[in-house]
C-alpha cells in the first residue's frame, strides 16, 4: 500500500516536474535576471563592433525613385489624440515650433517655414521595422548636424532627445509618451535628418507630421515622429525609464543598428 | 555490449574493436557549443519572424506588397483558421502554423508557441537571445574555422579525394546509405564522400549563408557591406533566404541525426564527447566490404 502511494506520488510528482520543464522551462530561464543582464552584453559588443567597422560617415544605401514603396506602411501612432497636437495640426502646423534646448548654448525656437527655408538633404532611403519588414521611401529634411552647429552644443552633451507629441501608451503617470535618443556620431552623420516632406509631398500625419527624424543606418523604432522638442542630455538615465526611447524602456536595444 | 569491448576483446566472427581516436577537442567542444547555439537561434528566430509572419522577395516588403510566404488568422464566423500561403497556394494550417492555442484560447500567431523562444509573443526578449546567441556561434565558427585550416582538419578528414568523387563511387554510397548500412571496419575510419559533401555544404554555405543572411537584414550592416544587397538582391529578400537557409540547416539537423542513430547512437555519441570511436578491424579470413551483414 505504501509502495502503491509512493509510486503514484512519484508518478505525478515526475509528470509535474516534466510538464514545468517542459512547457515553461524556458521561460524561467528568459525571465530571469542574471540571464537577462549576462544577454544584454550583445547589443554593446553589436554597437562596439559596427561602429568600428562604419566608420562615423560611412552611408546608408540611397536608391531610386523606381525603389520607392507603392505602399510606405505606417506604424506606430497614426494620428496623435491629444488637444495639443489636435489644435496644432487644425492649422496646418502654422503655430508650431521645434524647440531646441538642454545642453546648448542658444536654446532655440523653430517655426515649419523657417526649417523648410534652410538648406535641405533628399535621400531614398529604406526603413526597416524591427519586426522585419521594409518600406523604401524619399526623404526632405535638414540636416540635425546643421542644426546642431548653430545652436551650439556644450561640451558635456553626449547624447541628443527626440521629444514627441503622441502619447503611445496611456499611462495615469504619463510615461507612455513616445521619445527617442541618439549618441554624437549619429546625431552628426550626414543623412540624420529632421524629414519634413516624404516623397515629394509635406509630411502625413500617419508618418509623423510636421517633423519626424531619420536615422538611416538604425530600426524604425529610432526614427521618432511628431518632433515638438529636441533636448541635448549628458545622459539618458533622467528620462522616463532611463533606457532613452520609448521602445528601449520595454526591452528593445537602445543601438538598434541590426 | 560495445562499452565493456576493448582492443583485446577478440570476437571472431566479427573482427576485433579498436578505438580509435576521432573527433579533435575542438571539433567536439564547438560541436556541442553549435547544438546550443542552433538550438537557440532557431527557437528565438521563429519568435523573432512571428512579429512579421510574411516573406518578401526584393528590397522592401510590407502588409500592401505581394509576399512570398505568409501565415495569417482568417476569420470564418465564429471561428478562426488559420491558413499559410506559398506563392499561390494556399493551406489551412490551424493549430499549428497562423493559428494556435494559448491558454487553451486560438490565437493568432505564426509558429505555435511550443516552438517559440520564449512561448509567449515577446520580440525583444527573441532578440536579444537570437543576438546573443548569435555572436557565440559566430565566435565558435571563427575558432573552428581557423583550427579547421591550420590543424588541416578540412584538409585531412573533410575533403573527397578524386576516387570518392568518381560518379559510381557516390551512386553505390547513396544506395548503401538509403537502405541504413554503413562502411564498416578500415573504411569506417574516415568519413565517407556522402558525409564530406555535406559536411563542406554546412560548414562552407549554410552556415555562412546564415550569417550574410542574418547581417545583411541589419541597417548598420548594410551601411558597412552595401554589397551584401546586391548578393542576396535586397533586405526582404536576405529575410528570406534567412528563412529558407534555416529550413535547410532543420534538414540537415534530421538527417543526420537520423544516421547518427541507424549507424550506431552509442559509438558516434562516444566518439563526439571522448573522441574516441569503435571500428571493427575485419577478420583475417578475406571478406568483401560489401558483402559484410549486421
Known amino acids: ?258 | 555490449m560495445d562499452s565493456t569491448v576493448t582492443p583485446t576483446g577478440i570476437k571472431p566472427e566479427r573482427g576485433a574493436k579498436t578505438l580509435i581516436r576521432r573527433h579533435s577537442l575542438t571539433v567536439r567542444l564547438s560541436h556541442w557549443l553549435n547544438v546550443l547555439c542552433m538550438t537557440v537561434l532557431l527557437f528565438s528566430g521563429l519568435q523573432i519572424f512571428n512579429a512579421h509572419p510574411s516573406l518578401y522577395w526584393g528590397m522592401y516588403g510590407a502588409d500592401n506588397d505581394p509576399s512570398i510566404l505568409s501565415m495569417e488568422a482568417v476569420e470564418n464566423g465564429d471561428t478562426v483558421k488559420g491558413v499559410t500561403k506559398i506563392g499561390s497556394l494556399t493551406f489551412d494550417t490551424t493549430g499549428i502554423l497562423g493559428v494556435s492555442t494559448v491558454d487553451g484560447e486560438p490565437a493568432a500567431r505564426g509558429f505555435p508557441a511550443w516552438i517559440t523562444l520564449p512561448s509567449y509573443q515577446d520580440l525583444a526578449t527573441g532578440r536579444r537571445w537570437h543576438f546573443f546567441f548569435a555572436w557565440l556561434f559566430v565566435i565558435n565558427g571563427v575558432i573552428y574555422m581557423a583550427y579547421g585550416f591550420f590543424a588541416r582538419h578540412f584538409r585531412r578528414d573533410l575533403l573527397p579525394t578524386a576516387d570518392e568523387l568518381k560518379p559510381a563511387n557516390l551512386g553505390h554510397e547513396i544506395t548503401e546509405h538509403a537502405r541504413l548500412r554503413f562502411p564498416k571496419g578500415e573504411k569506417a575510419r574516415n568519413y565517407n564522400a556522402l558525409q564530406k559533401l555535406t559536411y563542406l555544404l554546412v560548414i562552407f554555405i549554410l552556415l555562412p549563408v546564415m550569417i550574410a543572411t542574418g547581417l545583411t537584414m541589419s541597417p548598420g550592416f548594410d551601411a558597412v557591406a552595401p554589397w551584401l544587397l546586391d548578393l542576396f538582391g535586397g533586405r526582404q529578400s536576405a529575410r528570406t533566404l534567412h528563412f529558407v537557409t534555416a529550413t535547410a540547416l532543420i534538414a540537415f539537423v534530421l538527417v543526420h541525426v537520423v544516421m547518427v542513430i541507424a549507424s550506431g547512437l552509442f559509438n558516434n555519441m562516444r566518439s563526439m564527447i571522448t573522441g574516441r570511436y569503435a571500428i571493427e578491424t575485419e577478420p583475417s579470413s578475406v571478406g568483401h566490404q560489401g558483402e559484410l551483414t549486421p
Open chain 1, 1 to 258: 500500500m505504501s509502495r502503491l502511494i509512493t509510486r503514484r506520488r512519484f508518478l505525478i510528482g515526475s509528470t509535474l516536474t516534466a510538464s514545468a520543464l517542459g512547457l515553461s522551462g524556458c521561460d524561467v530561464l528568459v525571465e530571469n535576471p542574471s540571464v537577462q543582464q549576462a544577454l544584454r552584453m550583445a547589443e554593446g559588443l553589436t554597437m562596439r563592433t559596427q561602429r568600428l567597422l562604419l566608420g562615423d560617415n560611412a552611408l546608408a544605401r540611397e536608391f531610386t525613385a523606381a525603389d520607392i514603396s507603392p505602399v510606405f506602411r505606417a506604424n506606430g501612432t497614426s494620428m496623435p489624440d491629444g488637444a495639443q497636437y489636435q489644435e496644432l495640426l487644425s492649422k496646418q502646423f502654422s503655430q508650431w515650433q521645434l524647440e531646441i534646448g538642454g545642453l546648448v548654448e542658444r536654446p532655440t525656437k523653430l517655426s515649419l517655414a523657417a526649417l523648410k527655408a534652410m538648406p535641405a538633404r533628399t535621400q531614398i532611403t529604406r526603413h526597416d521595422c524591427v519586426e522585419g519588414w521594409s518600406a523604401i521611401g524619399q526623404w526632405t529634411g535638414v540636416p540635425l548636424g546643421n542644426l546642431l552647429h548653430s545652436v551650439g552644443l556644450k561640451p558635456e552633451a553626449r547624447y541628443i532627445v527626440f521629444h514627441c507629441a503622441d502619447e503611445f501608451e496611456k499611462t495615469l503617470d504619463g510615461s507612455g509618451w513616445y521619445y527617442e535618443s541618439i549618441d554624437l556620431v549619429d546625431a552628426f552623420h550626414p543623412q540624420t535628418i529632421l524629414a519634413h516632406s516624404m516623397n515629394g509631398h509635406d509630411l502625413e500625419v500617419a508618418h509623423g507630421a510636421p517633423l519626424r527624424l531619420r536615422v538611416e543606418r538604425q530600426l524604425g523604432y529610432k526614427q521618432a515622429k511628431y518632433l515638438m522638442r529636441i533636448e541635448a542630455v549628458a545622459d539618458l538615465s533622467q528620462l522616463y525609464g532611463g533606457n532613452g526611447g520609448f521602445w528601449e524602456d520595454r526591452g528593445y536595444e537602445w543601438y538598434a543598428g541590426i
